[in-house]
């Protein structure tokens, strides 16, 4: 499996998972020609992806998706309470290639599974994802409201994940968001923490074999501490890479 953050944060989501039998997109919160530029740094042409997956309808996952499907033909799925909302709020405008899942349900795509697991994230009907090739899994985890009993067993079964470590509590608590913002942060339907997403990770580190940061506040966090504080946590070494919110990682092998 070969995976690319193309760009991570609240300014924009763009992941690619590519497997022996299937190319994958999981959000489409930057433009087209960014998401074409840098999947060109490592190759890949943009419009050999076989499906792009959207996991709620917030601006910074979803607005692009008409954007993907019209340029470069690539079928979208997200779910039908999602895609009506993102109507209400933004239209995409036409997709041609437009498939409805429902949370929950396992996607396959060639040998490919993709399973869809709901989240408690303020959105209309969020997801995270799994990609399981037969020999191994990686999940897309971000925008996750808090730490569920779903997740923690999800994590448990995963070689590799790219986790949400949102913001550090004393950050936020003195930073410029207004009082209702924090609250909507620390609150059920927010993000998880730096410590949330270490202590989730060191309860399944036993099969992980790598961990990548992401969806990192620009406003309450910064990358070193996710780094300092998940390494403060995990009990035992484990590779450790950052998502940025300003362009493409390196190739991350599983």
Not at 98 to 110: A, C, Q, V, Y
Not at 111 to 128: L, W
Not at 192 to 210: G, H, M, P, V, Y
Not at 220 to 240: G, R
């Amino acid at each position: 499996m070969r995976i690319v953050s193309l760009q991570s944060g609240s300014n924009g989501n763009c992941i690619y998972v590519e497997t022996q039998s299937a190319r994958l997109l999981f959000d489409a919160g930057i433009s087209g020609s960014r998401a074409k530029e840098r999947l060109a740094v490592h190759g890949i042409d943009i419009s050999s992806v076989d499906a792009l997956l959207i996991s709620h309808d917030h601006w910074d996952h979803a607005t692009n998706m008409g954007i993907f499907n019209r340029k470069f033909g690539i079928p979208v799925w997200v779910t039908e309470k999602t895609h009506k909302e993102v109507l209400r709020k933004k239209p995409p405008g036409h997709i041609a290639q437009l498939n409805h899942f429902i949370s929950g349900e396992t996607l396959r795509f060639g040998d490919v599974a993709v399973e869809t697991i709901r989240t408690p994230h303020d959105a209309t009907d969020g997801n995270m994802f799994i990609v399981d090739d037969g020999r191994a899994r990686f999940g897309v985890m971000t925008d996750l409201g808090h730490v569920f009993p779903d997740l923690r067993e999800a994590v448990r079964s995963l070689d590799a994940v790219l986790l949400e470590s949102n913001y550090d509590p004393e950050s936020l608590k003195y930073c410029d968001y207004s009082d209702e913002t924090k609250a909507r942060i620390r609150g059920k339907g927010g993000h998880i923490s730096n410590f949330d997403a270490a202590r989730l990770i060191e309860s399944a580190k036993s099969r992980l074999q790598w961990a990548c940061l992401g969806h990192i506040s620009q406003e309450s966090n910064h990358p070193q501490l996710v780094l300092e504080t998940h390494q403060h946590i995990l009990t035992e070494s484990l590779p450790l890479h950052i998502a940025s919110r300003f362009g493409v990682s390196e190739l991350l092998l599983l």
